[in-house]
């Protein structure tokens, strides 16, 4: 717990700094998880129907260039908290899961040799010694509020009740909301006498939509605070998985085309249009109120758009039957969206997980009447930073002492009386492909650690002006530019004391070399069958009965998605089997999955629906290799969080 005396000193200096309680806006802040750049109307959407997002741009401070982290914890916690993800140290989108202790370790105990780094993990809640933007606010007099996603710590200490917001209305863990219909009490992996959520949620009539209850539950506390200054905490589960929408919705968008030819998933529309009416229910409540001209409202989004999950073929369907965990969500993605991702982020590369610009460019919008004109845009670089000195300024509220605030108030630029005084903003983010990335003018510089096989070069370097789709890395040609954008990360890296991947001292190059050159599969143990080495995969030869590759290291939380590419003239049934960390032993039926492995010379993808409950412990893909012999480019698993696991044998060897 922090000392009484910096509580009260903080509570001194906020009321020392308070005008008159009529000076005070009130401070809402909508955040959509998971909505991209470009996946609303005022953004450039030709498909999402957003009518009140259009609303809102035509009364706000539209932002062009506007980041996050390219996952949600660390986002929320950077809005929070004023300070870049390096220095709270959520860094993943791992608020889920159990806390460790204050002093465990940000490493694994364990590297293999054949890794050259050691990457750091994650602190999985934020942390309760930060003085957070609801706790200076309700110190000086505002009434606080958070309802939605929190996914930033599920233990009783780290929940948004001891973060400052004396109205909650949560649940955890959450990744996702429990469900996107009432009843909400038992998880998405649980069925009857299931894991139950916990949190301050509570159930609605059957078949109440969660997004529409979170409105409900924002207009009460705004109506009930209308006549005190509060700090409203909108968090908003859509669009994040498991993709539940209103099929009445959903049916009008079924038949309906992008003239762009990008975005077509009827789903995602559906449930944008919840949200557009969730943000009009809001917007009309402060209009009927007479609140709109004294509220400073911000609408962002925790990350890129999503365009990886949830995509299915007629095959996964084959896998699973009625009675399935996720037959009926298989039936219903495969019914409205066939294969489509969730969105689509074009013109801007890649999505969610990623450092690039669809993974970490967001939507974001700032209403005050009076103060930002009405239908204006900037192009000022920004960041989840910048929130929470912004709102302190907005409301007279001094600074607490002992925080370091990363951020800079963007009152200057939405005033239009001058300019941020930055001359970078840097995401971090050594995680998944691990990486570290510096914004400075137009130039945008990605650094990372060692090469990956689909991505190969450890310097990119783009310019934004012309190349918004990162499509043309000019380190080479620039190296001038690229020294003096990783001076700018090595200077970010001292400042905040970043905990960054270390060389592993159990790194030996023989022995990653021989694992290349003899079982470049890197934790893939063949069990009667032979690995063969080709230029763009390995072979799969059939040596014993029952031909399969096993694999302790993909360590998810489930349910998974496999994804397997591969080539095999005559195919056959293959089965995927699996006992999680706790299980001794495979058991002797059940926790297996089969499927049809496509015949033929060209390449095929396979997606399989893992429905793993835990976390896995070892993995086994039985191949068809007796038959015919079996070529794999790709065997990769998804699981919670957009955590993965992937062996890539088509990449530069």
Same mark, same amino acid.
């Given at each position: 717990m922090r000392p009484l005396f910096l509580l009260f000193n903080l509570v001194a200096c906020s009321l020392l700094a308070l005008p008159a309680h009529g000076e005070r806006p009130n401070v809402i802040l909508f955040l959509v998880d998971d909505m991209g750049w470009i996946d609303s109307t005022p953004y450039g959407s030709q498909y999402y129907e957003t009518p009140n997002i259009m609303r809102l741009a035509n009364q706000s401070m539209r932002f062009t260039d506007a980041y996050a982290v390219p996952l949600c914890s660390p986002t929320r916690a950077t809005i929070l908290s004023g300070q870049y993800s390096a220095r709270h140290g959520v860094t993943s989108a791992s608020g889920h899961l159990p806390a460790r202790s204050a002093d465990a370790s940000r490493y694994p105990e364990k590297a293999s040799p054949t890794a050259k780094f050691i990457y750091p993990t994650s602190k999985n809640f934020l942390d309760p010694q930060l003085i957070v933007l609801p706790e200076v606010l309700r110190s000086a007099g505002y009434r606080t509020g958070h309802f939605g996603k929190w996914h930033m710590g599920i233990?009783?200490?780290?929940?948004?009740?001891?973060?400052?917001?004396?109205?909650?209305?949560?649940?955890?863990?959450?990744?996702?909301?429990?469900?996107?219909?009432?009843?909400?009490?038992?998880?998405?992996?649980?069925?009857?006498?299931?894991?139950?959520?916990?949190?301050?949620?509570?159930?609605?009539?059957?078949?109440?939509?969660?997004?529409?209850?979170l409105t409900d539950e924002a207009v009460r506390f705004i109506k009930t605070h209308r006549n005190e200054?509060?700090?409203?905490?909108?968090?908003?589960?859509?669009?994040?998985?498991?993709?539940?929408?209103?099929?009445?919705?959903?049916?009008?968008?079924?038949?309906?085309?992008?003239?762009?030819?990008?975005?077509?998933?009827?789903?995602?529309?559906?449930?944008?249009?919840?949200?557009?009416?969730?943000?009009?229910?809001?917007?009309?409540?402060?209009?009927?109120?007479?609140?709109?001209?004294?509220?400073?409202?911000?609408?962002y989004s925790d990350n890129g758009g999503n365009t990886h999950s949830r995509t299915y073929d007629d095959r996964k369907l084959a896998n699973v039957g009625p009675g399935h965990p996720q037959y009926d969500a298989i039936q219903d993605?495969?019914?409205?969206?066939?294969?489509?991702?969730?969105?689509?982020?074009?013109?801007? *590369? &890649?999505?969610?997980?990623?450092?690039?610009?669809? @993974?970490?460019?967001?939507? !974001?919008?700032?209403?005050? /009447?009076?103060? #930002?004109?009405?239908?204006?845009?900037?192009?000022?670089?920004?960041?989840?930073?910048?929130?929470?000195?912004?709102?302190?300024?907005?409301?007279?509220?001094?600074?607490?002492?002992?925080?370091?605030?990363?951020?800079?108030?963007?009152?200057?630029?939405?005033?239009?009386?001058?300019?941020?005084?930055?001359?970078?903003?840097?995401?971090?983010?050594?995680?998944?492909?691990?990486?570290?990335?510096?914004?400075?003018?137009?130039?945008?510089?990605?650094?990372?650690?060692?090469?990956?096989?689909?991505?190969?070069?450890? *310097? &990119?370097?783009?310019?934004?002006?012309?190349?918004? @789709?990162?499509?043309?890395? !000019?380190?080479?040609?620039? /190296?001038?530019? #690229?020294?003096e954008l990783e001076a700018l990360i090595d200077a970010f890296i001292v400042d905040t004391d970043a905990v960054t991947p270390l060389p592993n001292p159990a790194y030996q190059p023989q022995a990653a070399r021989a694992a290349l050159n003899r079982e470049p599969t890197w934790g893939l143990v063949p069990k009667s069958c032979e690995i063969e080495v080709l230029d763009d995969?390995?072979?799969?030869?059939?040596?014993?009965?029952?031909?399969?590759?096993?694999?302790?290291?993909?360590?998810?939380?489930?349910?998974?998605?496999?994804?397997?590419?591969?080539?095999?003239?005559?195919?056959?049934?293959?089965?995927?089997?699996?006992?999680?960390?706790?299980?001794?032993?495979?058991?002797?039926s059940g926790q297996t999955v089969e499927f049809d492995l496509p015949n033929g010379n060209e390449w095929h993808e396979t997606k399989i629906d893992v429905p793993l409950e835990g976390r896995s412990g070892t993995v086994r893909l039985y191949l068809p290799a007796n038959d015919s012999v079996v070529d794999v480019q790709l065997i990769e698993f998804a699981g919670k969080s957009d955590q993965t696991k992937a062996w890539d044998f088509a990449g530069d060897r």
């Open positions: 233990a009783p200490q780290h929940r948004p009740d001891q973060h400052g917001f004396e109205t909650t209305w949560f649940c955890v863990p959450d990744p996702g909301p429990p469900s996107y219909f009432s009843p909400y009490g038992v998880t998405q992996e649980g069925n009857a006498g299931g894991r139950q959520k916990v949190g301050t949620i509570t159930d609605g009539p059957e078949g109440e939509y969660i997004t529409d209850r200054p509060f700090y409203l905490n909108l968090c908003q589960y859509a669009v994040h998985g498991p993709w539940g929408h209103k099929t009445s919705y959903t049916e009008t968008f079924a038949d309906k085309t992008d003239p762009r030819g990008k975005q077509k998933n009827p789903i995602m529309a559906s449930m944008l249009k919840s949200v557009d009416e969730s943000l009009g229910r809001v917007l009309d409540t402060l209009d009927e109120l007479g609140l709109t001209d004294n509220t400073l409202f911000v609408f993605w495969r019914k409205w969206a066939g294969g489509e991702p969730p969105t689509n982020n074009s013109p801007l *590369r &890649e999505g969610k997980g990623r450092i690039y610009e669809g @993974g970490q460019r967001v939507p !974001l919008m700032v209403r005050w /009447p009076g103060r #930002v004109e009405p239908g204006t845009t900037s192009d000022a670089v920004v960041g989840p930073i910048d929130l929470y000195p912004t709102i302190l300024e907005a409301t007279a509220t001094e600074r607490p002492e002992g925080h370091v605030l990363d951020g800079l108030s963007l009152l200057p630029v939405l005033e239009q009386t001058g300019d941020l005084n930055r001359n970078a903003l840097f995401t971090w983010f050594p995680h998944l492909i691990p990486a570290v990335s510096v914004r400075a003018g137009d130039y945008k510089l990605i650094r990372r650690w060692e090469p990956h096989s689909s991505y190969p070069e450890v *310097r &990119e370097l783009y310019d934004l002006s012309d190349d918004i @789709g990162e499509t043309n890395n !000019l380190a080479s040609k620039m /190296p001038e530019k #690229v020294a995969a390995i072979r799969i030869t059939g040596a014993g009965r029952t031909p399969f590759l096993g694999t302790a290291q993909v360590r998810l939380s489930g349910p998974l998605t496999m994804r397997l590419r591969t080539r095999s003239s005559a195919g056959g049934r293959a089965k995927v089997q699996w006992k999680t960390i706790d299980q001794e032993a495979f058991p002797e």
